[in-house]
């Protein structure tokens, strides 16, 4: 979370130091440059011709997910039995299915249509360094975040704790110095928050705001909840903060009297960053919680440090899956779920075998976006088109020269304030060796220039060629000295990265009725909680299989 740290000086006007400690799922930098249509920025991308970097497409598989909207598809073959299926790969289900397994419920399947697990927490990696495909780190855990600190405890992100019983985190994943700059007027600056060209009363209101933040990350309503917590549902009840839900983050600064263009870019930039989507149709409850939210304690860190690793949560995903073994099923695509007193049926297409499937199981848990479980189970269709989700472009950039600049050191994030894109992180920041002489960067690009709908369908009608040069001619305006030291680009497209908070959503009764089970499956997904991070997916994972084992009568102490 961005802490007031100190003040520096430049030329010669005092400014205010500021860094930001949530980076969460991947975020890309608003500018007046951002808010222009992708088709103008890449009309001159028209003529196809063949990609001049190597590279590759990767995301979801979208032609084996659309399967879903046959209407026919072949009768079942064959018949499994388990006690349990967990439908989906990503943090929610990994963590849906390590806590049954941890209860000793260890006839499950575990089901992703991709050939990987992990959702958009995925990582890669090439013979230069691991790099992420999505979300990349975790900040420093709040005290409600009680199941994430067991598992972080669990696979060593947590080592110890001190005398207070603060947790001591694993120092070598801890996000290394420095960790952010902000590139504007040519120069580098330490930190997101604009303090080049910024004036008197640009500082006056970031300290105005930034006050209140902290302020508000300590308050308690009089249920005696924090005002903003996570898990989100754990925030307290209070009516008049629940109204702000009501409202846009924009709004919320106007009736405060925040009209620093400064400081309102780097609001909005933070509502991309954490939700995909400008601070124009983010819900300004959304809006303050990115700020008032994080207040994670530590024996060894500050609450806006982070962990992060070269692949970024693909670190946790590959050690969440590690256990369950041989119960992990990928491309096994599940096209229709039926449920009854007694037992779930599921029909699943396994794209390895091009065979119909048919497991019947005991009970499910439903890991999957609403807008995917609307069509596996039609009873959850209701609501379905109150979940709103922005897509997302990342690219891992291959170079073979370090990038430079004027001013603040190379970071772990480096964002330009007027780029076209919106910034890119260093995968091997959190290497120990020499400097390295290559590395892989990390660029983001949430769609939000246009409505999500629009925007997924230029994402996806652009090919390899396109979204390279894209990214290429950014980073190259960034960085000059880069111009023929490109080695290769990959790009991945994720058509629906993340929920967005829209107002009227976070406290809405869609949401709320969502999230109950039906009968003999429950759900679990990020989308139950109105934004996507790490914390809020794993949590629903855990929620939702301490109900099933409620269910199956299996004894347990819950981990909530």
């Given at each position: 979370m961005v802490e007031v740290l100190d003040l520096l000086t430049l030329g010669g006007t005092a400014t205010m130091k500021l860094t930001r400690g949530q980076f969460i799922n991947g975020g890309l930098i608003a500018s007046a440059a951002g808010a222009l249509s992708l088709g103008a920025l890449g009309a001159r991308w028209q003529a196809r011709r063949p990609p001049v970097y190597p590279g590759?497409?990767?995301?979801?598989?979208?032609?084996?997910?659309?399967?879903?909207?046959?209407?026919?598809?072949?009768?079942?073959?064959?018949?499994?039995?388990?006690?349990?299926v967990v439908v989906g790969g990503g943090v929610a289900g990994l963590g849906a299915a390590r806590r049954l397994f941890k209860a000793g419920v260890n006839d499950i399947l575990l089901l992703d249509l991709e050939e990987g697990l992990g959702g958009n927490s995925r990582g890669?990696?090439?013979?230069?360094?691991?790099?992420?495909?999505?979300?990349?780190?975790?900040?420093?855990?709040?005290?409600?975040?009680?199941?994430?600190?067991?598992?972080?405890?669990?696979?060593?992100?947590?080592?110890?704790?001190?005398?207070?019983?603060?947790?001591?985190?694993?120092?070598?994943?801890?996000?290394?110095?420095?960790?952010?700059?902000?590139?504007?007027?040519?120069?580098?600056?330490?930190?997101?928050?604009?303090a080049i060209g910024a004036t008197p009363e640009?500082?006056?209101?970031?300290?105005?705001?930034?006050?209140?933040?902290?302020?508000?990350?300590?308050?308690?309503?009089?249920?005696?909840?924090?005002?903003?917590?996570?898990?989100?549902?754990?925030?307290?009840?209070?009516?008049?903060?629940?109204?702000?839900?009501?409202?846009?983050?924009?709004?919320?600064?106007?009736?405060?009297?925040?009209?620093?263009?400064?400081?309102?870019?780097?609001?909005?930039?933070?509502?991309?960053?954490?939700?995909?989507?400008?601070?124009?149709?983010?819900?300004?409850?959304?809006?303050?919680?990115?700020?008032?939210?994080?207040?994670?304690?530590?024996?060894?860190?500050?609450s806006d440090d982070v962990v992060t690793w070269p692949q970024g949560n693909g670190w946790l995903v590959e050690r969440m899956a590690a256990p369950l073994g041989s119960c992990i099923r990928t491309r096994w695509l599940t096209t229709q779920v039926v449920t009854s007193d007694t037992e779930v049926n599921l029909y699943v297409w396994d794209a390895n075998e091009r065979v119909m499937r048919l497991i019947r199981a005991e009970a499910a848990v439903l890991a999957t976006p609403r807008f995917v479980t609307s069509r596996l189970l039609p009873e959850?269709?209701?609501?379905?088109?109150?979940?709103?989700?922005?897509?997302?472009?990342?690219?891992?950039?291959?170079?073979?020269?370090?990038?430079?600049?004027?001013?603040?050191?190379l970071s772990w994030d480096n964002v330009a304030f007027d780029g076209r894109t919106l910034g890119y992180v260093v995968a091997t920041n959190q290497q120990l060796d020499a400097k390295p002489l290559s590395t892989v960067l990390t660029a983001y690009w949430p769609l939000s220039h246009?409505?999500?709908?629009?925007?997924?369908?230029?994402?996806?009608g652009r090919n390899l060629d396109e979204w390279q040069h894209l990214f290429a001619d950014d980073l190259i305006s960034i960085h000059p000295e880069l111009s023929g030291h490109i080695r290769s680009i990959d790009v991945c497209i994720w058509g629906h990265a993340m929920i967005?908070?829209?107002?009227?959503?976070?406290?809405?009764?869609?949401?709320?009725?969502?999230?109950?089970?039906?009968?003999?499956?429950?759900f679990a997904h990020s989308d139950l909680s109105g934004i996507s991070i790490f914390e809020e997916a794993y949590t629903r994972g855990v929620h939702a299989a301490e109900h099933i084992l409620t269910l199956l009568e299996v004894d347990h102490e819950s981990e909530l």
């Open positions: 590759r497409m990767v995301g979801a598989s979208r032609d084996l997910g659309h399967l879903l909207r046959q209407a026919e598809l072949p009768h079942a073959s064959n018949e499994l039995y388990t006690r349990v890669g990696a090439n013979e230069v360094s691991a790099y992420p495909l999505g979300a990349h780190y975790v900040p420093i855990l709040t005290q409600e975040a009680r199941a994430v600190r067991r598992l972080f405890e669990e696979l060593g992100v947590i080592v110890g704790a001190d005398a207070r019983g603060q947790p001591i985190y694993d120092e070598y994943m801890l996000g290394f110095e420095p960790k952010e700059r902000l590139l504007r007027f040519g120069r580098w600056q330490e930190g997101m928050v604009p640009d500082e006056a209101q970031y300290r105005r705001f930034f006050a209140l933040m902290n302020e508000l990350k300590e308050r308690r309503g009089s249920d005696g909840r924090r005002l903003f917590a996570i898990p989100i549902d754990e925030s307290s009840v209070d009516p008049v903060w629940r109204e702000l839900d009501l409202m846009t983050m924009a709004s919320w600064m106007d009736s405060q009297g925040f009209t620093s263009q400064l400081l309102r870019w780097y609001v909005n930039y933070a509502c991309r960053d954490d939700y995909g989507t400008t601070y124009n149709e983010t819900s300004a409850w959304a809006g303050v919680h990115y700020f008032a939210s994080r207040n994670g304690r530590s024996a060894n860190a500050e959850t269709a209701k609501d379905a088109g109150a979940f709103s989700y922005a897509p997302w472009v990342v690219a891992n950039i291959t170079v073979d020269r370090m990038p430079e600049g004027n001013g603040a050191a246009a409505t999500p709908a629009d925007a997924r369908q230029e994402a996806l967005r908070p829209v107002p009227g959503f976070i406290w809405g009764d869609a949401r709320k009725r969502a999230q109950q089970p039906l009968g003999r499956v429950a």
